[in-house]
């Protein structure tokens, strides 16, 4: 069974920065496509940004464009999101989840079959 575990959440004040990291096991093969996701208290979950595994290639939501930077190692297990000049709105529980189907064809709008349990990120203004 696949496992995405997220860790590097915590508390910064604004303009800080923070490295959130998605490690997947569990297949004999790294999934396609990873996203990161978030949700704030009260709203519905946002896509913030996606890599396909295979070409590297990246999406970024509007609202992180120029701050957030998604990369991974080089053995392609292990997701990050580089987040800087973070801010209130920032706030939330980051989830990672994966596709086992296809790379990122639709950025964070890819179906995704696996999910991570979160991580939360608050930033103090």
């Known amino acids: 069974q696949v496992q995405l575990v997220e860790s590097g959440g915590g508390s910064v004040q604004a303009g800080g920065s923070l490295t959130l990291s998605c490690t997947e096991s569990?297949?004999?093969?790294?999934?396609?496509?990873v996203g990161w996701f978030r949700q704030a208290p009260g709203k519905e979950r946002e896509g913030v940004a996606s890599?396909?595994?295979?070409?590297?290639?990246?999406y970024y939501a509007d609202s992180v464009k120029g701050r957030f930077t998604i990369s991974q190692d080089n053995a392609k297990t292990t997701k990050y999101l580089q987040m800087n000049s973070l801010k209130s709105e920032d706030t939330g529980t980051y989830y990672c989840a994966a596709s086992a189907r296809t790379y990122c064809s639709g950025g964070t709008s890819t179906p995704m079959d696996y999910w991570g349990k979160g991580t939360l990120v608050t930033i103090s203004s």
């Open positions: 569990g297949s004999f093969y790294t999934m396609p496509c």
């Open positions: 890599i396909s595994t295979g070409s590297g290639v990246t």
